[in-house]
């Protein structure tokens, strides 16, 4: 499996991005794809998921309501619109990827796209 996020940037407070994975190496029924980002001297968390099949969405308290994930099957693509961002915002975001039957965790992640919010 390999994912290859993009549409990282430097947006001004109150700014949108939207952000790309691009899935790869098998199909992803039963699956479950996510966002996950890391800020500056901060631990990892969890920002979004969405189940392949159905499309069944839950987000992180911080960014509900102003972020959607979304899924394009056609594409095997993943994206994450960021509307209303904050200068809280700016991390690192991942985009990863696990079989909802096999694993607990996340075992496939991506790059990681840089976002920085400027204030």
């Known amino acids: 499996v390999q994912l290859q996020a993009s549409g990282g940037g430097l947006v001004q407070a109150g700014g949108s991005l939207r952000l790309s994975c691009a899935a790869s190496?098998?199909?992803?029924?039963?699956?479950?794809m996510a966002w996950f980002r890391r800020a500056p001297g901060k631990e990892r968390e969890f920002v979004a998921r969405?189940?392949?099949?159905?499309?069944?969405?839950f987000y992180a308290d911080p960014v509900k309501g102003r972020f959607t994930i979304s899924r394009d099957k056609a594409k095997n693509s993943v994206y994450l619109q960021m509307n209303s961002l904050k200068p809280e915002d700016t991390a690192v975001y991942y985009c990863?990827?696990?079989?909802?039957?096999?694993?607990?965790?996340?075992?496939?992640w991506g790059q990681g796209t840089q976002v920085t919010v400027s204030s």
């Open positions: 969405i189940t392949w099949n159905v499309g069944t969405t």
């Open positions: 190496g098998r199909t992803f029924t039963n699956w479950e």
């Open positions: 990863a990827t696990r079989s909802m039957a096999r694993y607990v965790d996340y075992p496939y």
